[in-house]
């Protein structure tokens, strides 16, 4: 495996983590459902669901599927989603969570999809932010970090599957 710059660490990432949640608490009101975008968001959205706990909130957690990388660095262009929405957004808010926004079409794509079921309203929300390699228009409501074009891997976010182990966020060339 290629080697590893420290980008955030654990502290790092924990404390913008907590901020997030006061800042989606402050923005939401009622029942809403997170909904995270396998699989890079899967340990982001444990710590999130936690803190927005600590900060009054108690979310339902679910998880869609969407497939659009394969094994390559590059965005295939086309999202799809595997397997199905979950049952109950109709009516609900939701909480979209992905690890990165890139080019911005799997949250918009997500987003999209969920309003298609019913979602009385749906939010985005990103841990690390590309603004510079959007190809369609998109902002996301929530974001942890904003950074410039470089791969990032860790806490959850992979490289062709691997990496996603590293409790801190890291560059990779
Ligand atoms: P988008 O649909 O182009 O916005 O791509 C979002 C998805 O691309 C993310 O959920 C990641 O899975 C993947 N991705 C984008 N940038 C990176 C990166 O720097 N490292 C790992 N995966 C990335
Ligand atoms: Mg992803």
Redesign the pocket.
């Known amino acids: 495996m290629a080697p590893v710059t420290r980008l955030f660490d654990e502290t790092e990432i924990a404390r913008r983590v907590d901020k997030l949640a006061r800042e989606i608490a402050a923005a939401l009101s009622g029942d809403f459902i997170v909904v995270g975008?396998l699989k890079?968001?899967f340990v982001f959205v444990a710590d999130l669901i936690r803190a927005l706990d600590r900060n009054g909130l108690t979310p339902r957690v679910e998880f869609i599927r969407l497939s659009?990388?394969g094994h390559a660095?590059e965005?295939s262009g086309e999202?799809r989603l595997i397997g199905d929405v979950p049952a109950d957004i109709a009516g609900r808010q939701a909480l979209l969570v992905?690890?990165?926004?890139?080019?911005?079409?799997?949250?918009a794509?997500a987003r999209t999809l969920l309003e298609g079921r019913g979602a009385a309203r749906v939010w985005t929300c990103a841990l690390?932010d590309?603004p510079s390699?959007r190809?369609i228009e998109?902002s996301a409501d929530f974001i942890g970090f904003t950074i410039d074009d470089?791969?990032?891997?860790g806490y959850g976010?992979?490289?062709a599957e691997d990496y996603r182990h590293l409790p801190y966020i890291g560059v990779i060339d």
């Open positions: 975008l890079g968001s659009s990388y660095r965005s999202v992905d690890d990165i926004a890139d080019t911005g079409r799997s949250l794509f690390i590309k390699r190809e998109f470089v791969f990032v891997v976010i992979d490289y």
